[in-house]
């Protein structure tokens, strides 16, 4: 069983990059048919699949609406997949999910983690 735990700051100042990191049991990060996503849940937004990353090339696949902001990175001696998110405003607030998908189905989720991006 897979099991997910995302981290981050809580709190984060506009403008800065935010920085978020899914810690994985149970799956090597770099192995393996997952793909390792983030997803966010709004008010008024709902949910948004961020992007995600491919556990055995590393390649990734971003929502169009955050590739000119977003990026991935993992830590194999963490087993750890991260997202980083640019020039963060308020409407980046929220909370961000991890999530493996295989064959186009979502499976494990974390908990998440709550972000509010206020100065």
């Known amino acids: 069983q897979v099991q997910l735990r995302e981290m981050g700051p809580g709190l984060i100042n506009p403008s800065r990059t935010l920085n978020l990191t899914c810690a994985v049991q149970?799956?090597?990060?770099?192995?393996?048919?997952?793909?390792w996503n983030w997803i966010r849940q709004s008010p008024g937004r709902g949910l948004e699949w961020n992007g995600k990353m491919v556990s055995y090339s590393g390649v990734t696949d971003l929502n169009p609406t955050f590739a000119s902001r977003a990026s991935f990175s993992k830590d194999m001696l963490k087993n750890q997949v991260n997202l980083h998110l640019a020039s963060v405003g308020p409407e980046d607030s929220g909370t961000y999910f991890c999530?493996?998908?295989?064959?186009?189905?979502?499976?494990?989720w974390g908990p998440g983690t709550q972000v509010t991006v206020s100065s």
């Open positions: 999530a493996t998908s295989s064959a186009g189905l979502f499976e494990y």
């Open positions: 149970g799956q090597d990060v770099a192995t393996g048919f997952y793909s």
